[in-house]
């Protein structure tokens, strides 16, 4: 049962578990937290209006100083690199809380906030706006765009949202439902909204923050797990006009392709596999970055849809773009060149994690490259002029590829792509997912949370675009991966680290390794620091060069957002916005606290309390539901296809921001009709099962359930 606002408690592990077990803008104040004392002048509207004329101009020479944050990754390189040195590594234990904001969510919190002369913007679960004074840490004004709860279902990895972009006193937000909306920066009024979905038919959504560049607004697309087509669309920043649009896969081949990039892709297709009907995917949902210089706007693509390339393209091929970057002219949306770091994707390696631009000096001579760890396990540097491969390294273990050879294509493994069982590693939660990484030129190194969540994969032969198939993850919620997902438990190991990687030499500098994967995105200065939240509630701060840890504070829940920071008049300060989720934080977590999404504040000195920390509070293992042991088997099935990917498996997981139903109360279980069948939770995001499910599933379903806690349950 999800849950949009109310408290909230639920791996892709679950599925290995259970093959074990069984075989609108508001300006109102927030509970703000800062230190007693005289209160700081409040930010005026003419100071607002000042700060957020933010253009090409004001983003380039913020490079000179880094006095503000006023783009996702700081600056058009995505570097996450900041010139400010007050906050640094001789005193950095100093560094206390000055302010917390209550962002009122109860679900994933991914954005970086953007901050202008002490006003910050930052996004909550749900696409919701906050704009907060710095100052005083105080909201100014709240933004609901108040997406339909039905969308909750869409969401393969909760209803996220990775923050705004900010243009001549305009703030832009791309809605989970697909919408970009233009508000004014100073009330938060809205001034324009463009539907950017082509086809409604289809469970298009948007996580990602938009980019502006050459004035326009970009932004790109997810979904693809349950069946579109990508593709990045661009937007004029003053009056919302379409500018152009490209898209990352072909269409149908019997219909004009839409340009000549779209004939060269479909030529890597096999049409036998209709793969137009399941979109094809290659959604970039999320890395966007822009060389003024070159005048070229990079974007990642995303996996197949389906996941399994023998169901969309039985005779292989290279199905592009999937998995690759790919450069476009900012004014025209026109295709210059594409690297695929991954050909024929059967994994779900997508390359739309975060990248950066550097100028770096490889080999004695200057190069112009893209510094890329996608979800495949490799680090790639790529030259941004033509998209060459300068170089690539494996930078944690994998068993997909070898390496690449000097074409620069990967050299798999006799076992990528068996007929049977393949524990996949790294996973399809990747060795780096969404969470940012950063770039410090000084050190050279390159800051990124590493992980594995094991997970195996199996080609389903009998997978249909669309069809409901008990014992297949999601597919009674839309999922469409043509996998089968651990249809033997994955040997792997999880686990979850911060790597500093020197790109140049392709070797590692020093790691820190953390108690799980899933761990925030990271922030590197001048002041020779790395920040970076962890999935068990700390927000950290280590040497650039060593690794070692000089400082640490206490978020509560786990944090996985990258943080920003900035200056405001002459002090500088550090933000993080804090809140549990994501595809992994669903169902799993490893901090025993729970909060809403809150911003915490900190700068040198600071002595404010934090907001209280709540522990979790799991009801007693499940007890009490009578059930026939003979449903279990065909629960267990319908249990996959409809609830695990949310709800984890029944008292083996432990919850994530969703319950685990092996830890609720007895009666919820009883009465199942009253919750799946438009129950109270739908207006919070949960999928009305109406008839999706029949009354007999229901008692199957807890055949399942309790029989699993029973199971488990320690014998007396």
């Known amino acids: 049962m999800t849950n949009r606002i109310g408290p909230s408690t639920g791996s892709t592990l679950a599925i290995a578990a259970i093959a074990l077990a069984f075989g609108g803008a508001t300006l109102v104040d927030s509970g703000t937290t800062r230190a007693q004392g005289a209160p700081p002048a409040a930010t005026t509207p003419a100071q607002i209006k000042a700060a957020t004329q933010i253009d090409a101009a004001a983003i380039q020479a913020n490079l000179a100083s ?143 923050a938009p980019r502006v560049a050459s004035g326009k607004v970009i932004i790109g697309n997810g979904g693809a797990e349950y069946g579109v087509r990508g593709y990045v669309t661009a937007y004029d920043a003053e009056t919302g006009a379409p500018a152009w649009r490209w898209f990352c896969v072909p269409g149908d081949p019997s219909k004009p392709f839409e340009d000549e990039s779209m004939k060269k892709a479909a030529a890597t297709w096999d049409p036998a596999g209709e793969y137009w009907k399941a979109g094809g995917g290659g959604t970039p949902w999320d890395t966007i970055a822009f060389d003024p210089e070159l005048k070229l706007v990079y974007i ?163 997978w249909k675009y669309g069809a409901v198939l008990p014992g297949r993850a999601g597919t009674g919620t839309g999922w469409n991966t043509g996998m089968i997902i651990n249809a033997q438990p994955p040997r792997s190991k999880p686990f979850g680290r911060l790597l500093a990687w020197d790109p140049v030499h392709q070797k590692e500098a020093w790691r820190v390794e953390h108690v799980s994967p899933w761990n925030g995105g990271t922030l590197t200065t001048a002041g020779n620091l790395v920040f970076q939240g962890t999935a068990d509630g700390r927000f950290v701060a280590f040497d650039a060069r060593t690794g070692k840890k000089l400082w640490e504070s206490p978020t509560g829940t786990g944090a996985m957002a990258g943080a920003a920071t900035y200056q405001v008049d002459g002090k500088q300060y550090i933000s993080i916005a804090v809140g549990w989720g994501g595809a992994y934080g669903m169902s799993q977590r490893t901090s025993e606290k729970i909060g809403p999404g809150t911003v915490f504040t900190y700068a040198l000195g600071g002595k404010a309390s934090p907001p209280p920390f709540v522990s979790v509070k799991l009801e007693g293992l499940l007890t009490g539901v009578k059930y026939d042991p003979k449903q279990a088997p065909e629960g267990l099935a319908l249990y996959v296809s409809h609830c695990v990917l949310c709800h984890g498996v029944p008292g083996v997981d432990r919850g994530g921001n969703i319950p685990n139903l092996g830890y609720v109360k007895p009666e919820i279980i009883t009465e199942l009709d009253k919750y799946v069948f438009n129950g109270p939770y739908v207006k919070d995001g949960m999928p009305d099962f109406t008839n999706r499910l029949k009354p007999a599933d229901l008692d199957k379903l807890r055949a399942f359930i309790q029989g699993t806690a029973d199971s488990i349950r320690p014998k007396k």
């Open 66 to 208: 880094s006095k503000d944050w006023p783009t996702v990754g700081l600056d058009y390189a995505e570097t996450r690199y900041s010139k400010l040195a007050g906050i640094n590594a001789g005193n950095v234990k100093d560094l206390g809380l000055v302010w917390t904001y209550n962002l009122e969510s109860k679900r994933g919190v991914e954005a970086t906030p953007l901050v202008v002369d002490g006003v910050m913007y930052v996004t909550a679960s749900w696409s919701v706006v906050h704009a907060i004074d710095v100052r005083t840490g105080k909201r100014l004004w709240s933004f609901d765009p108040k997406v339909p709860p039905s969308f909750g279902e869409k969401a393969c990895c909760d209803v996220v949202n990775r923050g705004v972009a900010l243009h001549k006193g305009k703030v832009y937000v791309a809605a989970f439902d697909g919408r970009l909306i233009a508000l004014d920066a100073v009330t938060g009024a809205k001034l324009w909204e463009k539907d950017t979905i082509i086809d409604h038919s289809r469970p298009y959504t948007i996580t990602g």
């Open 300 to 462: 990642g693509t995303g996996n197949g849809s389906p996941w399994s390339q023998k169901r969309r393209s039985p005779k292989g091929g290279d199905n592009l773009y999937l998995g690759s970057i790919v450069a476009l002219h900012v004014d025209t949306g026109a295709y210059a060149w594409h690297y695929q770091e991954t050909p024929g994707d059967n994994w779900d390696y997508t390359s739309t994690q975060p990248m950066i631009l550097a100028d770096l000096k490889i080999g004695g001579a200057p190069r112009k490259v893209i510094l890329h760890a996608p979800k495949n396990g490799f680090f790639f540097v790529i030259d941004r002029t033509n998209g060459k491969l300068v170089s690539v390294k494996n930078f944690v273990e994998v068993n997909w590829a070898e390496g690449f050879d000097k074409t620069g294509r990967p050299i798999e493994t006799p076992q990528a792509r068996p007929d049977g069982p393949f524990d996949a590693i790294p996973g399809p939660y990747g060795a780096h997912n969404w969470h940012p990484m950063s770039f410090n030129p000084t050190t050279g190194l390159v800051y990124l949370p590493a992980q594995n969540v094991p997970l195996g994969l199996m080609d389903d032969k009998e």
